[in-house]
Structure formats: C-alpha cells, structure tokens
C-alpha cells in the first residue's frame, strides 16, 4: 500500500516538474513564432488595432516603429509590437 503511494507521488512530481514546463515551453515558442509571422505579414495601408484599441491604417515602417494614421492629418507612432490584430 505505501509503495503504490510512493510510486504514485513520484508520478505526479516528476508530470510537475518535468512534463508541465516542457509543454509551457513548447506553448510559448508556438506563440512567439506565430507573432513573429503575424507581424512580418504586417504591410502598408493594413487596418490595425493597438493593444489600448486605437485602429488605424499604416502609412510607414522604420524598424520596429510603425507610424499610424488614425484620423485626417493625425498620425502616431507605435512600436510594431502594440499591434495586435489586422482587418
């Protein structure tokens, strides 16, 4: 009876400590490859959405700065990383 609890515990810590981080891992690399092609995909007079909802349209790159046009003669500047969604 106690070796089965034992073995049991052993089980669970090593699904804890082994298991559970590979698969956060794995997750999170996912993620971060499907955001690098999300935003590689970004181009020119794409409709965009910040992360504090601002939608505007792209009117140019310069690295990791996009410059947003979000009303007439009004125009921001953002790092590519705020954007999270595109029409």
């Given at each position: 009876?106690?070796?089965?609890?034992?073995?049991?515990l052993v089980v669970i810590c090593l699904?804890?400590?082994?298991?559970?981080?590979?698969?956060?891992?794995?997750?999170?690399?996912?993620?971060?490859?499907?955001?690098?092609?999300?935003?590689?995909?970004?181009?020119?007079?794409?409709?965009?959405?910040?992360?504090?909802?601002?939608l505007g349209e792209i009117i140019a790159?310069?690295?990791?700065?996009?410059?947003?046009?979000?009303?007439?003669?009004?125009?921001?500047?953002?790092?590519?990383?705020?954007?999270?969604?595109?029409?």
């Amino acid at each position: 009876m106690n070796t089965v609890i034992v073995v049991l515990l052993v089980v669970i810590c090593l699904l804890y400590f082994v298991v559970l981080p590979v698969l956060k891992r794995r997750n999170m690399k996912n993620k971060q490859k499907a955001l690098t092609t999300f935003l590689a995909s970004l181009k020119i007079h794409d409709d965009v959405m910040l992360s504090d909802g601002i939608l505007g349209e792209i009117i140019a790159f310069d690295k990791d700065i996009v410059q947003l046009k979000i009303a007439n003669n009004v125009v921001i500047k953002v790092h590519k990383y705020a954007i999270v969604s595109k029409d």
